[in-house]
C-alpha cells in the first residue's frame, strides 16, 4: 500500500531526448509537488500543484512541464534534455496547501542523461 | 523569500554520544519546522516535526527545540546507534505559502 508512488525509478537516456516520469498518491491529499535532489542531496523545489492548479513554479527551465490529470497524479515531463538535468526526482504530496501536516515522499526517480 | 541554513554540513560521532544539528531561518512568518531523515538510495521520511507555538518536542531519542526570537532551531539524538547514519535536512514552511524549504543537509556518521 504504497502511500506516494513515482515510476520509472531509474532512466538512463541520451542528451536531447524527451522523458516523463509518473507520480500517484493514495492519501487523498490535494497538493503534490516535484523536487530535485542534486549530487550534492540539496533538495530543491520545482512545482506545487493544488487540486490539479499550479500553485508553485521556481525558475526551472521551459524544458519541464508538469501535468497534474487529477490531484491525485502529478506528471513531469521533460524535453531536450541536458546533462545537467541528473539528479533524483522526488515526487512529494501533503494534505492541502499551507499545511502544516507531514510532507510523504515517492521512493525517487534516478535520471542519469548521457 | 525563506532561506533555511544547516550546520555541519558533515558530523560524525562515537556510538553511543549525543549529536547536534542546528538551522536558522530568515522569515519570521514561518511557524512548521519539520525534520526529514534520508538514508543511502532511500526517500526523505519525516522523523519530527515542531510548530511555532511549542518550544521543544521530543519523540525517544530525538528532541527538538525551536528559538523563536533567534530564527533557529536544533535537531538533538541522544545515545546514537549505527542506524541513526544518514542524511538529516531540516526545513521551515508558513501557512500563507506552500514551499517547504529545505536546508542543505547533515550528513551524519556514526563511529563504531
Known amino acids: 500500500d504504497t502511500a506516494v508512488s513515482q515510476t520509472p525509478k531509474y532512466l538512463v537516456t541520451q542528451m536531447g531526448n524527451d522523458k516523463s516520469i509518473k507520480c500517484e498518491q493514495n492519501?487523498?491529499?490535494?497538493?503534490m509537488y516535484w523536487y530535485k535532489q542534486d549530487s550534492k542531496k540539496f533538495l530543491k523545489i520545482m512545482f506545487s500543484?493544488?487540486?490539479?492548479?499550479?500553485?508553485i513554479n521556481e525558475t526551472v527551465p521551459n524544458r519541464f512541464s508538469p501535468k497534474s490529470p487529477d490531484k491525485a497524479h502529478l506528471n513531469l515531463h521533460i524535453n531536450s534534455l541536458e546533462l545537467g538535468d541528473s539528479a533524483v526526482y522526488f515526487c512529494?504530496?501533503?494534505?492541502?496547501?499551507?499545511?502544516?501536516?507531514?510532507?510523504?515522499f515517492g521512493p525517487g526517480t534516478r535520471l542519469t542523461v548521457l | 523569500g525563506e532561506n533555511v541554513e544547516q550546520h555541519p554540513s558533515t558530523l560524525s560521532v562515537q556510538e553511543g554520544d549525543s549529536a547536534v544539528i542546528k538551522c536558522t531561518y530568515s522569515d519570521s512568518a514561518s511557524n512548521y519546522f519539520p525534520w526529514y531523515k534520508q538514508e543511502l538510495g532511500k526517500r526523505p521520511q519525516l522523523i519530527i516535526d515542531?510548530?511555532?507555538?511549542?518550544g521543544e518536542k521530543k519523540d525517544q531519542r530525538i528532541a527538538v527545540t525551536l528559538n523563536k526570537t533567534a530564527k533557529h532551531f536544533s535537531l538533538h539524538i541522544t545515545e546514537t546507534q549505527p542506524e541513526d547514519s544518514a542524511v538529516y535536512f531540516c526545513a521551515a514552511s508558513m501557512e500563507r505559502d506552500d514551499k517547504i524549504i529545505f536546508g542543505k543537509g547533515t550528513r551524519l556518521h556514526i563511529l563504531p
Open positions: 500543484y493544488n487540486n490539479k492548479e499550479l500553485i
Open positions: 515542531i510548530r511555532s507555538n511549542v
Open positions: 512529494a504530496s501533503r494534505p492541502y496547501s499551507g499545511s502544516r501536516d507531514e510532507q510523504f
Open positions: 492519501l487523498g491529499h490535494d497538493t
